[in-house]
């Protein structure tokens, strides 16, 4: 089944320093979503990407969707206390899997003051 | 919107016992998705639904686990019987199909099952 990769598991940066969580997957895309979970909450949806190629920007985070729709990147530049937390991407196949996510394994991120 | 719902939030429970969760999906919401959160396992499926009938439930651990839908508000994922290996967070999610694409998965706030 689809399976989607998720690097680096844990990243430890002082505040301020830039942040880069990488994401694969073992077949093609139709979408990826990006959530992030605070310590003791719950996944909250951050952003979709769709297109091949895509870029997105939220503030100081920047989502993009690879060209061939199998891997995606998250850049968080100049971290803040606030960014603490854990950073999924959700792969979404299409097709007859509509609607199912398969999320990758997240990546930790810790940011000393 | 109050958001998903679950209950309850924490749940202490003696292995062989039956554990109930229960979610309500956000109003208007078509796709209901149960989740199981570990450290070892991350993330994973259990078993979703979309217009209150079950689409893929290949990510249900075993017999011991049953998810019902009777309405578009109201779920619930059964553990008969509980076994300590089951302690985990799990939590139910709700979206909305519009156009062709999948849209974002709202969470609960999750279920912090512990099973001694």
């Known amino acids: 089944g689809q399976q989607v990769m998720q690097i680096p598991q844990y990243q430890h940066v002082q505040e301020g320093e830039d942040f880069t969580t990488y994401c694969n997957s073992s077949?093609?895309?139709?979408?990826i979503q990006w959530y992030k979970q605070r310590p003791g909450g719950h996944p909250v949806f951050l952003i979709q990407?769709?297109?091949?190629?895509e870029v997105k920007k939220q503030k100081r985070l920047t989502f993009q969707f690879g060209e061939a729709k199998k891997n995606s990147s998250l850049h968080i530049t100049a971290t803040q206390t606030t960014d603490v937390g854990t950073y999924f991407c959700?792969?979404?196949?299409?097709?007859?899997?509509?609607?199912?996510?398969?999320f990758g394994q997240g990546t930790i991120l810790t940011v000393h003051p | 919107d109050a958001g998903v719902i679950q209950s309850p939030r924490h749940e202490v429970t003696e292995m062989g016992q039956e554990v109930t969760l229960r979610c309500k999906p956000i109003?208007?919401?078509?796709?209901l998705f149960w989740y199981r959160q570990t450290m070892m396992r991350g993330l994973e499926l259990l078993i979703y639904?979309?217009?209150?009938?079950?689409?893929?439930d290949s990510g249900m651990p075993e017999d011991r686990f049953s998810a019902k839908m009777p309405n578009a508000s109201f779920s619930t994922l059964k553990i008969q019987p509980s076994e300590p290996r089951d302690s985990a967070v799990y939590f139910c999610?709700?979206?909305?199909?519009?156009?062709?694409?999948?849209?974002?998965?709202?969470f609960g706030p999750g279920t912090r099952l512990t099973v001694l």
């Open positions: 999610a709700s979206s909305f199909r519009l156009s062709g694409r999948a849209h974002e998965q709202f």
């Open positions: 077949t093609t895309l139709s979408n």
């Open positions: 990407l769709v297109k091949s190629g």
């Open positions: 959700a792969g979404h196949a299409g097709g007859t899997s509509y609607g199912k996510l398969t």
């Open positions: 109003s208007g919401h078509d796709y």
């Open positions: 639904f979309n217009n209150n009938v079950p689409i893929d």
